[in-house]
């Protein structure tokens, strides 16, 4: 039904935006994201990127939308306000090597607290290299991410968040997205692991985020 973490050649991915679209069309999505990592991007791929989006998706039945996947930093996002302003949703997610499940913690809750990030990417996909956070460090999590009104993705890649978390996010009106974090066309739309934990958490059409375009 829904895939909004793919990449493609604009960044480490090996397929173009239509190849994406076409095999979310063969298995049958209602929902598209292109989300390709912002560091690869200068101004004018950036705008090059919006405007094979734009036009891939006005010849599709699939709604198609914009996204980019931002790194978070100890400095905060490198998000430029510039990309912001014209994308449809922004992922944000730790790619930097860290030490303790608290770091994680603390890098996340900046994410969680800037305003132009909406979705949380692989949220816990270090944890077992990293050791896992506490339950009260989970709830500052999940509290923060309720009263700023992100959401997570579910993650068929990483399989993370696991499922109490994602319950969770259920009970306190915490959206959702499906994430194949495909790097290959074929890759597009594999979220079946996404949707049997939405499904096993008690998730319904309206815990997840664009629902209304679904
Ligand atoms: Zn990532
Ligand atoms: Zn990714």
């Not at 076409?22 to 298995?27: D, G, I, Y």
């Not at 930097?96 to 996340?108: F, G, Q, S």
């Not at 896992?132 to 968040?161: H, T």
Request: hydrophobic fraction near 40%.
């Amino acid at each position: 039904m829904m895939d909004m973490h793919t990449h493609t050649s604009y960044s480490d991915g090996v397929g173009t935006i239509l190849e994406n679209l076409a095999e979310a069309e063969r298995k049958g999505l209602r929902l598209l994201g292109i989300s390709d990592h912002i560091h690869y991007f200068t101004p004018k791929s950036f705008n090059a990127y919006l405007r094979d989006i734009n036009t891939a998706g006005k010849d599709s039945e699939i709604v198609l939308l914009s996204g980019i996947e931002a790194n978070i930093e100890p400095n905060g996002q490198d998000i430029v306000e510039y990309f912001a302003e014209r994308l449809d949703y922004i992922i944000a997610s730790v790619h930097r090597w860290v030490e303790t499940p608290r770091e994680y913690i603390e890098l996340v809750k900046t994410a969680l607290m800037d305003d132009n990030v909406d979705v949380i990417g692989h949220f816990g996909a270090n944890f077992p290299y990293i050791g896992y956070p506490s339950r009260d460090e989970l709830m500052e999590i999940l509290e923060l991410a309720e009263a700023n009104g992100k959401a997570f993705e579910i993650s068929s890649r990483y399989r993370v968040p696991e499922l109490d978390f994602v319950r969770e996010c259920i009970k306190r009106g915490i959206k959702l997205t499906f994430a194949s974090d495909a790097h290959w066309p074929k890759d597009v739309g594999n979220v079946s692991w996404s949707e049997k934990v939405f499904r096993k958490a008690g998730g319904r059409k309206e815990d997840l985020l664009f629902s209304e375009l679904l």
